[in-house]
T-cell receptor, first 115, second 116 residues
Framework: GENVEQHPSTLSVQEGDSAVIKCTYSDSASNYFPWYKQELGKGPQLIIDIRSNVGEKKDQRIAVTLNKTAKHFSLHITETQPEDSAVYFCAASNQLTGGGNKLTFGTGTQLKVEL | DAGVIQSPRHEVTEMGQEVTLRCKPISGHNSLFWYRQTMMRGLELLIYFNNNVPIDDSGMPEDRFSAKMPNASFSTLKIQPSEPRDSAVYFC??????????????FGPGTRLTVL
């Protein structure tokens, strides 16, 4: 089965700096890579995703890159703000038509943005 | 859109008691997932359903755990008998049909279970 590793487990940055979280996956058949943000006391929420036919995707201050050859994908947050403080999870999946495909999650990164 | 609804939000019970967690997925979604989250093990998929049918229950830790989805709008996760090591936050998530072009899983607020 799929195995997803995520680093670092904790990350502390100064407000305005950039933050980068990296993940690797094992199953070459995986084709869908979402990132979820979990705030304290809440369920994870999707913030951005990328599919294997795309190398990079950007949404305002958030970007994700994918290297299928190396089986690496990364989340980049620029101009960090205190409200970015949360736990971030990467995930991987082999998305087939018809939906109902499970995600394998990384172990999470606790991001703290300090004033 | 009410989102995924879970009940109860908090449950405290004693070892050996039966616990039932409930989930109402988002209307129109055809896949439902049950996760367990702990500090030690992170976010683990327990079981998921597609069109009310269990597809993969390989994550269910023991026979003490069972899940049902009698219809498209309701699912339960039952632990009988419960043990202290079952203490965790249990999340339910749902996702729309793949043909909609969206693969996002929408998570509920979770049920925090404490087994004494």
């Amino acid at each position: 089965g799929e195995n997803v590793e995520q680093h670092p487990s904790t990350l502390s940055v100064q407000e305005g700096d950039s933050a980068v979280i990296k993940c690797t996956y094992s199953d070459s058949a995986s084709n869908y890579f979402p990132w979820y943000k979990q705030e304290l006391g809440k369920g994870p929420q999707l913030i951005i995703d990328i599919r294997s036919n795309v190398g990079e995707k950007k949404d305002q201050r958030i970007a994700v890159t994918l290297n299928k050859t190396a089986k690496h994908f990364s989340l980049h947050i620029t101009e960090t703000q205190p409200e970015d403080s949360a736990v971030y999870f990467c995930a991987a999946s082999n998305q087939l038509t018809g939906g109902g495909n499970k995600l394998t999650f990384g172990t999470g990164t606790q991001l703290k943005v300090e004033l | 859109d009410a989102g995924v609804i879970q009940s109860p939000r908090h449950e405290v019970t004693e070892m050996g008691q039966e616990v039932t967690l409930r989930c109402k997925p988002i209307s129109g979604h055809n896949s439902l997932f049950w996760y367990r989250q702990t500090m030690m093990r992170g976010l683990e998929l327990l079981i998921y359903f597609n069109n009310n049918v269990p597809i993969d229950d390989s994550g269910m830790p023991e026979d003490r755990f069972s899940a049902k989805m009698p219809n498209a709008s309701f699912s339960t996760l039952k632990i009988q008998p419960s043990e202290p090591r079952d203490s965790a936050v249990y999340f339910c998530a749902s996702s729309p049909p793949g043909t909609s072009g969206r693969n996002e899983q929408f998570f509920g607020p979770g049920t925090r279970l404490t087994v004494l």
